[in-house]
């Protein structure tokens, strides 16, 4: 059945065409929900309607209500115009058609294939540290936007690029190199990727030391930063990874283990996957295949030291450079060899980078120059530009160790909702087992909503405690409105239904049918703007106006047997809808709690 929003548009373009020969486009004509205090479900604006037809807009109103309502009485029960304003009431008998054709459907609000293909780059790590709460945002908005586009139709290839060299990497070896007299994850008991991570704090705690003792001697910090031994030691170190040295090379495969099994261990803690990994290491030498290119057809140029660069003034951004004048790499250089293989591979429409938006320069200009170098797969690449995750203390920072990582917020996060759930007296039924995975599925999910419940592109301040309320506008609220549903549903049957034996539907009931009617023209919004914080938004407003219908209407005792029907599947169908929307957001939701 096509969405109620589009019939209408549909229907009041026919009318305007046919009654005041006015031709619009369908997507100009602007519906939105009828305010609370006024009396339907939708409503047409009329304003610039009536401007262009030089019509008064209740007149306009008036008239195009009754055209309507005689067009179509299947869609249509009744209007009514305040101040150039048509709110609409949609006909219980079309509500019904509804939730009878669909509250059986798990699936509903799922597109079929389409035919064309979207990767998603998400999560791309660097090698020198554990990942971290900036991470996690990441990976829960690249995860869930490419739900969204699998339940939009599309071929969804999840991909990660593993920034797996550079000269971050080697701080992090020179100092393990230095200070670590053999210290492995398994000698230590440290996580890999933490073990590794703590190296590369050190590297900045002893760099600054001796940049402190250099400027003592009258440098400038600038000067003494590029002087210190670290710093020509780690840009060394570099310089010899590139040129295959066997010693520098099994150091940095070793390191690059420790740390891939550490993140293996969070990713699975966080139901984050991937289809494809790639690796920094693989796609750096084709990149700079592309900078030589690039040398030839004048698109780059090198400058007296040796070091190439593109001017994009023209384009109003600046120079950048792609390649050190040491020969090594940079990321753009890698940046320009991996969108090649990738499109090489896959021959996706789009290839979507979820990066933060610190990158967004990084990414127009990657953009410029596969334009000018005229490769395929520039016209596909779009930045998911999001905003960083602060806590409320202030922004974190690596160097300076004041990063929280990921597995420690996890962690919390699952403490917390012990302590919530214990204090609600809501365990007392679960085994130890069960109790375990119930705090995992409320904390991870809690953690997960509070991150995309904000539009991706705004900054965010993290609040474990605030994450986690039953009772606010969290992940736990609309879990344990899923577990109230399946509840009712587990003491009553859902059986036959005389479809013409109802009376009219209640405000409540009305209003909760088509809050789930809307669910398939959200996941199709969500998906073109990339934003799952929609999804989140509507799961917890399908949540309070379930919650809202539960407490002013009874199942179980229901006015008849019709109506006691007629209202689980209502049940259904929410249920059927939260666990879908959660599910777009990679969280779980327990059928008890």
Not at 140 to 149: D, E, H, I, N, R
Not at 218 to 224: D, F, I, Y
Not at 563 to 572: D, E, G, M, P, T
Request: net charge negative; aromatic share 10%; proline share 3%.
């Amino acid at each position: 059945m096509k969405e109620i929003v589009q019939r209408i548009k549909e229907s009041v373009q026919v009318i305007l065409d046919q009654k005041y020969g006015y031709k619009t486009e369908v997507n100009d004509i602007l519906v939105n929900e009828t305010k609370p205090e006024f009396r339907g479900n939708y409503t047409v604006v009329l304003f610039s309607i009536g401007k262009m037809l030089k019509s008064n807009p209740d007149s306009l109103g008036k008239g195009l209500g009754e055209s309507l309502l005689e067009a179509d009485r299947d869609l249509f029960a009744g209007f009514n115009v305040i101040k150039g304003f048509l709110n609409l009431e949609i006909s219980d008998g079309l509500l019904l058609d509804f939730l009878h054709g669909q509250f059986q459907n798990p699936e509903y609000g799922v597109k079929p294939p389409n035919g064309r293909r979207v990767m998603v780059e998400y999560s791309s790590p660097n090698t020198n540290k554990p990942l971290h709460l900036g991470h996690l945002r990441n990976n829960f908005l690249g995860w869930s936007v490419a739900a969204l586009y699998k339940a939009n139709g599309y071929d969804v290839i999840k991909s990660c690029i593993a920034n797996d060299r550079g000269i971050h990497i080697c701080k992090s070896m020179l100092a393990w190199k230095l200070y670590a007299h053999g210290a492995t994850p398994e000698s230590t008991g440290i996580k890999g990727d933490h073990f590794v991570g703590d190296y590369y704090v050190l590297f900045g705690a002893e760099l600054k030391k001796q940049v402190a003792d250099l400027v003592a001697t009258g440098l400038t910090k600038e000067q003494a930063e590029k002087n210190a031994p670290l710093t020509k030691g780690a840009q060394q170190m570099l310089v010899d990874w590139e040129a295959g040295d066997p010693e520098t090379i099994a150091l940095w495969k070793m390191m690059n283990a420790w740390v891939y099994a550490g993140f293996d261990v969070t990713y699975r803690r966080i139901g984050s996957d991937f289809d494809k990994i790639y690796y920094e290491s693989e796609t750096y030498l084709p990149g700079k295949d592309l900078v030589e290119e690039g040398l030839r057809k004048n698109v780059f140029y090198q400058k007296d030291d040796g070091s190439v660069w593109i001017d994009l003034r023209e384009d109003g951004l600046d120079e950048k450079i792609v390649q050190r004048s040491d020969g090594t790499a940079v990321y753009m250089t890698q940046d320009i060899g991996l969108a090649v293989r990738k499109y090489e591979e896959y021959h996706m429409d789009q290839s979507i980078y979820v990066v933060a938006d610190e990158q967004n320069y990084h990414f127009k200009v990657l953009k410029l120059i596969c334009q000018k170098l005229r490769l395929p797969s520039a016209a596909g690449i779009f930045h998911l530009s999001y905003g960083l995750v602060e806590l409320p203390s202030g922004r974190m920072k690596t160097r300076e160790g004041t990063v929280v990582d990921a597995d420690d917020i996890i962690d919390e996060m699952n403490k917390i909702a012990e302590q919530h759930t214990n204090e609600l007296g809501k365990v007392d039924d679960f085994n130890p087992e069960e109790r375990t995975e119930l705090y995992d599925t409320i904390g991870l999910g809690a953690l997960k909503f509070f991150l995309l419940r904000v539009d991706p592109r705004k900054r965010m301040v993290f609040n474990p405690d605030e994450s986690i309320d039953f009772h606010g506008f969290t992940g736990p609220f609309v879990q344990y409105t899923h577990a109230r549903i399946k509840s009712i549903l587990r003491k009553e049957t859902v059986g036959s239904y005389s479809a013409n034996a109802y009376s009219a539907l209640l405000p409540l009931e009305k209003e909760l049918i088509i809050a789930l009617e809307k669910y398939a023209a959200l996941l199709q919004t969500a998906c073109i703007e990339m934003n799952p914080s929609l999804v989140a938004n509507y799961a917890f407003s399908l949540a309070k106006i379930f919650n809202s219908f539960y407490v002013e209407h009874s199942v179980g005792r229901a006015e008849s047997e019709d109506k006691k029907q007629l209202r689980l599947r209502i049940c259904l169908l929410t249920a059927n809808s939260l666990k879908s929307a959660m599910g777009i957001l990679g969280i779980r939701v327990p059928e008890r709690m």
